[in-house]
């Protein structure tokens, strides 16, 4: 894909990426409108923010003159160096009255009509005070409330422990703290999940298993030593 189609298609996820970069270190880069963007096609705005885009398609905040308005990541690409903004061309202005040759008493003669047309035209283009067509301005949506975090309870086995943490988001509710096995089985047969309550139940399987292994040759330590006291006392 060559650079023309990438800057015609909108922002690509890896300038995007360089956006955030450069807003987390204080910088506003300058975008250019492209044509998805309609009137304001090739005028040149600041990127001042990056939201969240799962809320909304527009999502990239552009500072446009005194406005600060979210737009698609298709509306906008990376403003060429050196360029400067776009402005409308000026209002077209109306045609000079002819100047009559001779003189001409003006104090009872009411001044002549414009066209239907001129009228129209002046009516409907703004025009400022230093005589340049207003740039036309985008209606900003309203920005759609955001979901709220959602919690996370894990129950997690590791090195012959049970465990239960709980997050919101980003925020930890609890840390990990340690519970008895007993207590994780019981919490398992609440989920109707195939497959968990069975891997669980083997897990405490094979402690129980090792458990009694343990228990066993710990017996037969203890014998050996109560034998070897017998023996002892025998001496005596």
Same mark, same amino acid.
């Given at each position: 894909?060559?650079?023309?189609?990438?800057?015609? !298609?909108g922002?690509?996820a890896?300038?995007?990426?360089?956006?955030?970069?450069?807003l987390a270190a204080?910088?506003?880069p300058r975008v250019?409108?492209?044509? *998805?963007? !309609?009137?304001?096609?090739g005028?040149?705005?600041?990127?001042?923010?990056?939201e969240d885009?799962a %809320?909304?398609?527009?999502?990239? @905040?552009?500072?446009f003159?005194?406005?600060?308005?979210?737009?698609?990541p298709?509306d906008?690409?990376?403003?060429?160096?050196? @360029?400067?903004?776009? &402005?409308? /061309?000026?209002?077209?202005?109306p045609? *000079? $009255?002819? @100047?009559?040759s001779?003189?001409?008493?003006?104090?009872?003669?009411?001044?002549?009509?414009?066209?239907?047309?001129?009228?129209k035209?002046e009516? *409907?283009?703004?025009?400022?005070?230093?005589?340049? %067509?207003?740039?036309?301005? &985008? %209606?900003?949506?309203?920005?759609?409330?955001?979901?709220?975090?959602?919690?996370?309870?894990?129950?997690?086995?590791?090195?012959? $422990?049970?465990?239960? /943490?709980?997050?919101?988001?980003a925020?930890?509710?609890?840390r990990?703290?340690?519970?008895?096995?007993? $207590?994780?089985?019981?919490?398992?047969?609440?989920?109707?999940?195939? !497959?968990?309550?069975?891997? @669980?139940?083997?897990?405490?399987?094979?402690?129980?298993a090792?458990?009694?292994?343990?228990?066993e040759?710990?017996?037969?330590?203890l014998?050996?030593?109560?034998?070897?006291?017998?023996?002892?006392?025998?001496?005596?």
């Amino acid at each position: 894909m060559t650079a023309a189609s990438v800057e015609a !298609g909108g922002l690509t996820a890896e300038q995007l990426e360089q956006f955030r970069e450069a807003l987390a270190a204080g910088r506003k880069p300058r975008v250019q409108f492209t044509e *998805a963007a !309609g009137q304001i096609s090739g005028q040149i705005g600041q990127v001042v923010a990056l939201e969240d885009p799962a %809320v909304s398609d527009e999502w990239v @905040v552009v500072r446009f003159g005194r406005d600060e308005l979210p737009f698609s990541p298709t509306d906008l690409r990376v403003a060429p160096k050196g @360029v400067p903004a776009k &402005k409308a /061309a000026p209002a077209p202005e109306p045609p *000079a $009255e002819p @100047v009559l040759s001779g003189p001409e008493f003006l104090i009872d003669k009411p001044l002549p009509p414009k066209p239907p047309a001129q009228r129209k035209s002046e009516e *409907a283009v703004p025009v400022s005070e230093s005589n340049e %067509v207003a740039a036309p301005r &985008k %209606v900003a949506r309203p920005a759609k409330a955001k979901p709220s975090p959602g919690l996370t309870v894990t129950l997690a086995y590791g090195e012959g $422990e049970w465990t239960v /943490a709980a997050n919101q988001g980003a925020k930890a509710l609890a840390r990990p703290y340690v519970i008895k096995p007993a $207590e994780a089985l019981k919490m398992v047969s609440l989920i109707d999940v195939p !497959g968990v309550q069975e891997a @669980v139940e083997q897990i405490l399987s094979a402690e129980r298993a090792e458990a009694q292994q343990q228990a066993e040759r710990l017996r037969a330590e203890l014998a050996e030593v109560e034998a070897r006291l017998a023996e002892l006392g025998e001496v005596n």
